[in-house]
């Protein structure tokens, strides 16, 4: 599409964005039509080919998400440009950069685990995330509290890039509550995952703790049942023999 059929104040807002990867992505789409996630990846060198899309959604650009197939023929994310005349203008410079001091705050308030998966890991590893998605609640310098905040790391913040994506709050409604109550916003105390009524937990075994994982992976694979599937069995017989008064 020429840039002359382009809305004024979308030419204008993109003018002003300073985040690379944003300006990339959106010079893509205005070139090409659409961006896939393999081109993210394998022309720019992007690790995690969503967090372009983000950045430009973040920066008050509206994508829609599409599916188109890969060179080897698999399945994958595309963007293109939503309702260019739904742009914010009030998110042109995207999120506020974090302080040494506040990730430092962060980590000692996590003891260096991440919040979804609780491992622990070195402060390098570990990424700050909003409780509730920048997407949905924004970011304001000025009213940052430590309690909005958790640390991931790259795999589990990755997951939930992909899981919030993907839900109706994220992409309709934005009702913060809904984030808050929600596994991906306050995993130790959520009611639903995406908007899905569930629940989860990750369990981990380590040092001494090793032994009685591989016993029980063992005791699974001799029933021919699925790991988790035999956890939960366990979990539920302890349950009933000790109902809670």
Partial sequence: ?????????????????????????IEHIMKHGFITTEDLETTYGYN??????R???EAGIPLETFKVKSKEGKSIAAYRFGDLHQIQKNRVEGRVAFSKEFKKQLYEQFKGHCSICNTAFEDRYLQ???RIPYQVGGDTDCERKIS????LCSSCNRAKSWSCEHCGNWNEIK??????????????????IAGKEMRRMDLQ?????VKYYDTI???AEKNNVELPEFVKEIIVEKTKRKKPK
């Fill in 128 to 130: 700050i995330d909003h």
């Fill in 205 to 209: 075994w380590s040092g001494e703790e």
């Fill in 55 to 57: 950045d430009v959604r």
């Fill in 1 to 25: 599409m020429p840039e002359t059929n382009y809305p004024k104040d979308f030419l204008e807002q993109i003018k002003s964005i300073t985040n690379k990867r944003a300006k990339i992505v």
């Fill in 217 to 219: 992976k063992l005791i």
């Fill in 175 to 192: 009702d913060l509550k809904i984030c808050l109550s929600c596994y991906w916003g306050t995993p130790e105390n959520h009611i639903h």
């Fill in 148 to 151: 909005d905040f958790m640390l």
């Fill in 48 to 53: 995690h080919p969503p967090r372009g899309a």
